[in-house]
C-alpha cells in the first residue's frame, strides 16, 4: 500500500504546542515559541508514518517570538479600530437632530424676534394689545382708521413706534430706545397699516386740519366749542352720561397726550362710533383752531404733576 502524502511548501507553518526553549532569558518579556515547518531538502512530498499525526520533529525548528509584539501589535490595532469607529460615529452626532424622527420641518422652526417679517405677527405681538386685535375696539387710538392714516405720514407713525411718547402709555419699539423691533420691522407695520387700512378717498376733498397744531389753543374759546359739538354726548362738564364715561377723568387725561386728543378729535373712532371732525353737531367742519380750543380745554383738567411729553409736531401731515 502506498505511504500517505502530504504536501509542504517552504512557506507553509504549522502552529504546534509551545515549548519554552531553556536557552532563551526569561525576564519582564515571556517568550513563546512558534514551531515552523521547514522542508529539510529539495521540494518534494514529505512521507509520513502510518498513523503519524505530525511529520517527524526533526523537520522542525524553534523560532522565538516575544509576547510584547503581539500586545502592541494587538494595542495598535484597538486603537486605529477605536478611531476609525469615532470618526465615523462623528456626521451622525452633528446631524443627529436632522435625522431623529419627529424633526421639525422649516416653517415649524421658531424665529428669532429680529427675523420676524410679516406684518400680521409684528402688529399681534407688539401693537394689537392697545390698539385692537384688528386695529380696532383698544384703549389706544384705533389704527385700522382710513381717516386717522391719511391725517398723520410715516415720518410721524416712525417717529411715534420708535420712540413711544413719554409720560404717557406709549412705550418706545425701536432697538435704539430700548425696545425689541429693528427699523426694517417698524417700516413693515407703517406699510402693513397702509396697505390693508388706508383708502385713498377717506377725505373726499375735505379740508383736513393739520396733525400738529399750529399754535396754542384757547382753553376759554374751547369751553364754547366744547358746549355746541360734544356736550351732548359727554356731558355738560365732560363728566360723561348713561352710556358714555368721562373725559375730564384725571386717570384719562395722564396717560394722553395733547397730540392724541388732537388726533382723537380730527380722526375720531369710528369702532365706537364717535365721529371725525367733519361729522359734529355744530352742523359744519371743525376748525384748526376749534380743535385746537378743545384739545386746551381738556388739557385744563389734567393734574398739574402730570402733564406728559408732548410728540414733536415735524413729520406731521398738514393739508
Known sequence: MKPNLLPFKPDTHAVLPSKVDPTIPQGNCKSIFINTLEESGPQRPMHLDRGSQYPPRD???????????????SFRTFVLTLLLCVYMSIPPLLTGCDTLPGRPAEADRPLRPADVKDFSRLYS??????????????????LNNPVYLALVDDAALRRVIAGGVPGTSAPPFARSAGG???????????????????????????????????????AHGGAAVYDAACRSCHGADGTGTH?????????????????ALRTLIIAGRPDLR??????YPVGQPLTAQQVSDVVAWLAARRPAAHQPAEEPAPGARDS
Open 125 to 142: 405681538e407688539n401693537c394689537s394689545g392697545c390698539h385692537g386685535a384688528d386695529g380696532r375696539f383698544g384703549a389706544a387710538l384705533a
Open 180 to 218: 425689541l423691533l429693528t427699523d426694517e420691522q417698524i417700516d413693515i407695520l407703517i406699510n402693513g397699516m397702509r396697505m390693508q387700512w388706508a383708502q385713498p378717498d377717506a377725505l373726499a376733498g375735505a379740508g383736513l386740519p393739520p396733525y400738529a397744531a399750529d399754535g396754542s389753543g384757547d
Open 59 to 73: 523537520q522542525f525548528e524553534h523560532k522565538p517570538v516575544c509576547r510584547s509584539h503581539f500586545v502592541l501589535s
Open 243 to 259: 352710556s358714555l364715561g368721562s373725559i375730564v377723568d384725571p386717570a384719562f387725561l395722564t396717560l394722553v397726550s395733547n397730540q
Open 274 to 279: 364717535h365721529p371725525d371732525w367733519r361729522s
